[in-house]
Protein backbone atom coordinates (compact mmCIF):
# COMPACT_ATOMS: atom_id res chain seq x y z
CA UNK A 1 0.00 0.00 0.00
CA UNK A 2 1.50 3.24 -1.26
CA UNK A 3 1.17 6.21 1.66
CA UNK A 4 1.73 10.13 1.20
CA UNK A 5 5.51 9.56 2.90
CA UNK A 6 6.78 6.61 0.96
CA UNK A 7 9.89 8.01 -1.33
CA UNK A 8 9.45 7.63 -4.57
CA UNK A 9 12.71 4.75 -4.92
CA UNK A 10 9.95 2.57 -2.22
CA UNK A 11 7.15 2.80 -4.71
CA UNK A 12 9.52 2.39 -8.00
CA UNK A 13 10.82 -1.19 -6.02
CA UNK A 14 7.22 -2.30 -5.51
CA UNK A 15 6.28 -2.24 -8.97
CA UNK A 16 7.62 -4.99 -10.07
CA UNK A 17 5.62 -7.21 -7.10
CA UNK A 18 2.37 -5.52 -8.21
CA UNK A 19 0.09 -8.33 -9.09
CA UNK A 20 1.23 -12.13 -10.72
CA UNK A 21 2.95 -13.84 -13.68
CA UNK A 22 5.09 -12.60 -16.04
CA UNK A 23 3.62 -9.95 -17.08
CA UNK A 24 2.37 -6.50 -15.26
CA UNK A 25 -0.58 -4.40 -16.65
CA UNK A 26 -0.61 -0.74 -16.96
CA UNK A 27 -3.72 -0.91 -14.64
CA UNK A 28 -1.70 -2.19 -11.84
CA UNK A 29 1.26 -0.05 -11.92
CA UNK A 30 -1.38 3.14 -11.95
CA UNK A 31 -2.98 1.60 -8.92
CA UNK A 32 0.32 0.95 -7.23
CA UNK A 33 1.39 4.71 -7.42
CA UNK A 34 -1.43 5.99 -4.52
CA UNK A 35 -2.10 9.50 -4.06
CA UNK A 36 0.61 10.65 -6.24
CA UNK A 37 -0.15 9.09 -9.65
CA UNK A 38 0.56 11.74 -11.62
CA UNK A 39 4.36 12.89 -10.20
CA UNK A 40 5.77 8.86 -10.54
CA UNK A 41 4.03 8.26 -14.08
CA UNK A 42 5.76 11.28 -15.06
CA UNK A 43 8.56 9.77 -13.55
CA UNK A 44 7.81 6.19 -15.21
CA UNK A 45 7.24 7.44 -18.38
CA UNK A 46 10.95 8.91 -18.24
CA UNK A 47 12.76 6.36 -17.16
CA UNK A 48 12.89 3.89 -20.59
CA UNK A 49 14.04 7.53 -22.14
CA UNK A 50 16.54 8.14 -20.52
CA UNK A 51 18.67 5.80 -21.96
CA UNK A 52 19.23 4.74 -26.36
CA UNK A 53 15.90 3.51 -26.82
CA UNK A 54 14.91 1.94 -30.14
CA UNK A 55 11.35 3.19 -31.54
CA UNK A 56 8.46 3.41 -31.18
CA UNK A 57 9.28 3.81 -27.40
CA UNK A 58 9.85 7.41 -27.20
CA UNK A 59 6.55 8.09 -29.43
CA UNK A 60 4.06 5.76 -27.15
CA UNK A 61 5.45 7.29 -23.94
CA UNK A 62 5.35 11.11 -25.93
CA UNK A 63 2.00 10.73 -26.26
CA UNK A 64 0.57 9.21 -22.78
CA UNK A 65 2.86 11.77 -21.52
CA UNK A 66 0.53 14.86 -23.91
CA UNK A 67 -2.34 12.51 -22.31
CA UNK A 68 -1.41 13.06 -18.84
CA UNK A 69 0.07 16.98 -19.05
CA UNK A 70 -3.44 17.95 -20.48
CA UNK A 71 -5.42 16.59 -17.81
CA UNK A 72 -2.55 18.30 -15.03
CA UNK A 73 -2.92 21.43 -17.31
CA UNK A 74 -7.17 21.46 -16.79
CA UNK A 75 -6.72 20.76 -13.22
CA UNK A 76 -7.89 17.23 -13.01
CA UNK A 77 -7.00 15.78 -9.33
CA UNK A 78 -5.83 12.65 -10.30
CA UNK A 79 -4.53 10.98 -13.43
CA UNK A 80 -6.99 8.99 -15.87
CA UNK A 81 -6.31 6.79 -19.01
CA UNK A 82 -8.61 5.18 -21.33
CA UNK A 83 -9.24 1.25 -20.75
CA UNK A 84 -7.41 0.77 -23.75
CA UNK A 85 -4.20 1.56 -22.21
CA UNK A 86 -5.16 0.00 -18.92
CA UNK A 87 -5.71 -3.50 -20.33
CA UNK A 88 -2.48 -3.40 -22.07
CA UNK A 89 0.99 -4.66 -20.26
CA UNK A 90 4.28 -4.74 -19.62
CA UNK A 91 7.24 -7.46 -19.65
CA UNK A 92 8.01 -7.83 -15.59
CA UNK A 93 11.19 -8.39 -16.40
CA UNK A 94 11.96 -5.37 -18.40
CA UNK A 95 9.86 -3.13 -15.57
CA UNK A 96 12.41 -4.30 -12.64
CA UNK A 97 15.61 -3.89 -15.07
CA UNK A 98 14.24 -0.47 -15.65
CA UNK A 99 13.99 0.45 -12.05
CA UNK A 100 16.95 -1.19 -11.01
CA UNK A 101 19.33 0.75 -13.36
CA UNK A 102 17.44 3.61 -12.09
CA UNK A 103 17.70 3.27 -8.70
CA UNK A 104 21.07 4.36 -7.85
CA UNK A 105 20.30 7.63 -9.00
CA UNK A 106 17.18 8.12 -7.80
CA UNK A 107 18.47 7.87 -4.51
CA UNK A 108 21.39 10.29 -5.00
CA UNK A 109 18.82 12.65 -6.18
CA UNK A 110 16.73 12.04 -2.95
CA UNK A 111 19.49 13.04 -0.75
CA UNK A 112 19.97 16.03 -2.24
CA UNK A 113 16.27 17.22 -3.23
CA UNK A 114 14.38 18.73 -0.43
CA UNK A 115 11.06 21.01 0.25
CA UNK A 116 11.95 24.98 -2.01
CA UNK A 117 10.55 27.16 -4.03
CA UNK A 118 7.15 25.52 -4.05
CA UNK A 119 5.54 27.80 -6.95
CA UNK A 120 3.82 24.66 -8.07
CA UNK A 121 2.08 23.76 -4.85
CA UNK A 122 -0.83 26.05 -6.21
CA UNK A 123 -3.69 24.95 -8.57
CA UNK A 124 -2.04 28.28 -11.18
CA UNK A 125 1.54 26.89 -10.48
CA UNK A 126 0.33 23.19 -10.92
CA UNK A 127 -1.27 24.76 -14.67
CA UNK A 128 2.06 26.32 -15.42
CA UNK A 129 3.63 22.68 -14.65
CA UNK A 130 1.30 20.85 -17.09
CA UNK A 131 1.87 23.59 -19.65
CA UNK A 132 5.34 23.13 -19.59
CA UNK A 133 5.25 19.51 -19.65
CA UNK A 134 3.08 19.29 -22.89
CA UNK A 135 5.53 20.99 -24.41
CA UNK A 136 7.89 18.61 -23.45
CA UNK A 137 5.77 15.56 -24.26
CA UNK A 138 5.64 16.96 -28.13
CA UNK A 139 9.26 17.00 -28.31
CA UNK A 140 9.44 13.37 -27.10
CA UNK A 141 6.62 12.63 -29.63
CA UNK A 142 9.18 14.11 -32.88
CA UNK A 143 12.46 13.24 -30.83
CA UNK A 144 14.86 11.69 -33.01
CA UNK A 145 15.00 7.95 -33.14
CA UNK A 146 17.26 5.84 -30.59
CA UNK A 147 19.16 8.70 -28.62
CA UNK A 148 16.88 12.20 -29.54
CA UNK A 149 15.01 11.80 -26.59
CA UNK A 150 17.40 11.36 -24.09
CA UNK A 151 17.16 15.18 -22.69
CA UNK A 152 13.54 14.51 -22.32
CA UNK A 153 13.64 11.19 -20.89
CA UNK A 154 16.11 13.28 -18.20
CA UNK A 155 13.79 16.24 -18.17
CA UNK A 156 10.76 13.93 -17.19
CA UNK A 157 12.36 12.16 -14.00
CA UNK A 158 13.65 15.26 -12.45
CA UNK A 159 10.20 17.10 -13.10
CA UNK A 160 8.49 13.54 -11.71
CA UNK A 161 10.83 13.89 -8.79
CA UNK A 162 10.75 17.46 -8.27
CA UNK A 163 6.99 17.22 -7.66
CA UNK A 164 7.15 14.14 -5.65
CA UNK A 165 10.02 15.94 -3.24
CA UNK A 166 8.48 19.44 -3.73
CA UNK A 167 11.55 20.51 -4.86
CA UNK A 168 11.05 23.38 -7.16
CA UNK A 169 14.69 24.50 -7.97
CA UNK A 170 14.79 20.11 -9.37
CA UNK A 171 11.46 21.40 -11.14
CA UNK A 172 13.17 23.63 -12.81
CA UNK A 173 16.67 21.99 -13.78
CA UNK A 174 14.10 19.02 -15.47
CA UNK A 175 12.69 22.44 -17.34
CA UNK A 176 16.14 23.87 -18.54
CA UNK A 177 17.12 20.40 -19.81
CA UNK A 178 13.81 19.65 -21.49
CA UNK A 179 14.19 23.16 -23.16
CA UNK A 180 17.31 21.84 -24.63
CA UNK A 181 16.01 18.69 -25.79
CA UNK A 182 13.03 20.47 -27.55
CA UNK A 183 14.89 22.87 -29.45
CA UNK A 184 16.91 19.83 -30.61
CA UNK A 185 13.44 17.71 -30.99
CA UNK A 186 11.93 20.53 -32.98
CA UNK A 187 15.45 20.97 -35.27
CA UNK A 188 15.74 17.68 -36.66
CA UNK A 189 11.57 17.72 -37.44
CA UNK A 190 12.00 20.77 -39.00
CA UNK A 191 15.18 19.40 -41.05
CA UNK A 192 12.78 16.52 -42.27
CA UNK A 193 10.22 18.80 -43.22
CA UNK A 194 12.83 20.73 -45.24
CA UNK A 195 14.14 17.89 -46.96
CA UNK A 196 11.17 16.11 -47.30
CA UNK A 197 10.04 19.91 -49.05
CA UNK A 198 13.13 19.78 -51.24
CA UNK A 199 12.64 16.24 -52.47
CA UNK A 200 9.16 17.51 -54.10
Do not use: H
Not at 84 to 100: G, H, M, N, T, Y
Not at 143 to 161: E, F
Amino acid sequence: MTTSSDRISTILLRLPEQGTGDRLAVSEIVSALGARGYSILIVILGLPNSLPMPPPIALVSGILMVFISLQILLGRASPWLPSSVLKRDLARADVSRAVERAMPWVRWIEKLAQPRFTFFDSSVGLRVVGFGLLIISLGLVFALPVVGQIPMGIALCLIGLGLVERDGLLVAIGFGIGIVGVAFSYGFLVAVLTGAARLI
